[in-house]
């Protein structure tokens, strides 16, 4: 199993950035998938969430009406869209999947495979 997040890079604040997460040997379909992410010196946090059908989603409140989590099961790809960026949401950021609820997983620590993470850093 294999999760590979690609997309991130170096932006300016108040620009946006597009990562996303293929999965190989995984029917993502059949997961809950979340992004996290985790700064120099501070603890991995979620950033958003969302359940298999893609149809419910949940936000950080430090991202909510910024970032946005998408899925296409057909594409065993989610994807996080992240626009008006600022300083602080620099970070690595971590796709994972969670194969035994039917909601939301917000619990880092439930989740069964993580993607390397993809950095990316916000220039004020």
């Known amino acids: 199993v294999q999760l590979q997040a690609s997309g991130g890079g170096l932006v300016q604040a108040g620009g946006s950035l597009s990562v996303s997460c293929l999965g190989s040997?995984?029917?993502?379909?059949?997961?809950?998938c979340g992004w996290f992410r985790q700064a120099p010196g501070k603890e991995r946090e979620l950033v958003a969430a969302i359940n298999r059908s893609g149809d419910y989603a949940y936000y950080a409140d430090s991202v909510k009406g910024r970032f946005t989590i998408t899925r296409d099961n057909a594409k065993n790809t989610m994807y996080l869209q992240m626009n008006n960026l600022k300083p602080e949401d620099t970070a690595v950021y971590y796709c994972?999947?969670?194969?035994?609820?039917?909601?939301?997983?917000?619990?880092?620590?439930?989740?069964?495979?993580w993607g390397l993470g993809t950095q990316v850093t916000v220039s004020s």
């Open positions: 994972a999947a969670e194969g035994y609820s039917r909601g939301i997983v917000v619990d880092a620590h439930r989740y069964d495979y």
């Open positions: 040997g995984i029917t993502l379909s059949t997961y809950v």
